[in-house]
């Protein structure tokens, strides 16, 4: 059996995978991300492919990052969290365990793991897959293959701007849908809320000690499961960003299926049903015109180890 290893590599740990054809993880391993620290994580990255490479031989490795890979998928140009610029992560790895290696985006390793294996395994030509976190990151697959652009940065969903002159995001740019309709922009709603409107938001501020900006999202998915008015508006208001801009993606490219993925997922139905609800909405004037179904995302926290390793396969 070929076997690979995928590497995820986050913000707070660097998780690593040996993981079979059929996308069964067999061994894991992990260090924590000293995220400051480039030359310190590339330590750890070697000391997880390192432990598993003691437990099998495999035939490559992949790795999944946060942030700009060049069209070569050998560099990581930027990583926001992670203080890499122009990092040649690809050479590296593969000079030290003479194995071949790929380096991908994070979202798309993911969008490739539910492609493969996950909520959009059984369409065979095209997904779409939003991560909804902190920021929102996408993976785009056509035609079987991940779209990665000319220049290697295809597929950003979360930085295509919704509002002219909207809210500054993180990017450089103003009113990006990251800024509408992330984990982030969760939080930012349930505060005002709480603000503006106490009660409406008992649950919450009981939550948060009350006080507003004490609020989380954990807090806010925690509310909103108790029947939080405050809350679930605060869905309602991210799922109505989210649903338009998929409806927006069906336009362009009329893919079988949207997955919606990401830690603020964990909500389930708070999320999924508003979002839902506005893209069958957005789209309703295409009448019986079949669209592509939302599902929610089901390869966890292991979409970046498996989506890496399947990669590296290819
Ligand atoms: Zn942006």
């Given amino acids: 059996m070929s076997l690979t290893i995928g590497v995820d590599i986050g913000g707070t740990k660097v998780l690593g995978g040996i993981v079979g054809p059929d996308g069964m993880v067999l061994a894991q391993a992990r260090r924590p991300t000293p995220a ?3 030359a310190g994580t590339l330590v750890m ?4 492919i390192s432990e598993l490479l003691a437990i099998h031989t495999v ?3 992949g790795i999944g990052a946060a942030g700009w890979i060049d069209a070569a998928r050998s560099k990581i140009m930027f990583a926001p969290n992670l203080a890499w610029r122009d990092e040649p992560l690809r050479d590296h790895i593969a000079g030290r365990f ?3 290696v790929v380096v991908e985006n994070d979202a798309n390793v993911a969008a490739w793991a539910e492609f493969r294996f996950g909520a959009a395994r059984e369409a065979s030509d ?4 939003y991560t909804v976190g902190t920021g929102i990151g996408s993976g785009i697959v056509l035609g079987g293959e991940l779209v990665r652009g000319a220049f290697g940065v295809a597929a950003e969903l979360g930085h295509v701007r919704v509002v002219p002159d909207g809210q500054l995001c993180g990017c450089g740019r103003r009113g990006c849908l990251e800024q509408y309709a992330s984990g982030s922009a969760l939080v930012r709603y349930a505060r005002a809320t709480a603000k503006e409107a106490p009660d409406k938001a008992e649950r919450l501020l009981a939550l948060a000690k009350g006080l507003p900006q004490a609020i989380t999202g954990p807090m806010v998915t925690a509310a909103g499961k108790q029947g939080d008015p405050a809350a679930i508006a605060a869905f309602e208001q991210i799922g109505y960003w989210l649903g338009n801009s998929m409806a927006d993606v069906v336009q362009v490219l009329d893919p079988q299926l949207i997955v919606i993925g990401g830690g603020v997922i964990e909500a389930g139905d708070l999320l999924l049903a508003p979002a839902e609800a506005s893209y069958r909405d957005a789209l309703e004037v295409r009448g019986r ?6 599902r929610a995302a089901q390869m966890g ?10 990669l590296a396969r290819r």
């Fill in 59 to 61: 035939d490559a490795i």
């Fill in 36 to 38: 400051h620290d480039p």
């Fill in 301 to 310: 926290n292991l979409a970046g180890v498996v989506g890496a390793a399947d």
């Fill in 45 to 48: 990255i070697c000391d997880v």
């Fill in 126 to 129: 095209s997904m779409v897959l």
């Fill in 289 to 294: 015109l079949p669209v592509a179904d939302v």
């Fill in 98 to 100: 003479n194995l071949p």
